[in-house]
């Protein structure tokens, strides 16, 4: 069975940080990664990690964010730090390539005061 359990968000000031993390069972996934779904808008990928450790990130966070896993036990973390108003969205991790609508778990919404 297939889950996804986001957690760590919360209201935030700019310039704050916050960690996110990602449970994940049920598939495995070579590439694993954070999307984020600002209210209105599609979701965007915004970090991805390999099982080797091998990372990548949209232009407007890098150097700001850094994704982790834990293989052993199937964690993805976000570390977001000098958070920005624009980082505001509801967070989800998922697979890369993402799994169908109905594999998503429920997200954690971050949102950056200005």
């Known amino acids: 069975q297939v889950q996804l359990v986001e957690s760590g968000g919360g209201l935030v000031q700019a310039g704050g940080s916050r960690r996110l993390s990602c449970g994940f069972s049920g598939f495995s996934a070579y590439v694993m990664g954070w999307y984020r779904q600002p209210a209105g808008n599609g979701r965007e990928l915004v970090a991805r990690?390999?099982?080797?450790?091998?990372?990548n990130y949209l232009d407007s966070v890098k150097g700001r964010f850094t994704i982790s896993r834990d293989n052993a036990n199937k964690r993805v973390y976000l570390q977001m730090n000098n958070l920005k108003p624009e980082d505001t969205g509801v967070y989800y991790c998922?697979?890369?390539?993402?799994?169908?609508?109905?594999?998503w778990g429920q997200g954690t919404q971050v949102t950056v005061s200005s």
């Open positions: 998922n697979r890369v390539p993402q799994l169908p609508q109905n594999y």
């Open positions: 990690v390999t099982t080797d450790g091998t990372t």
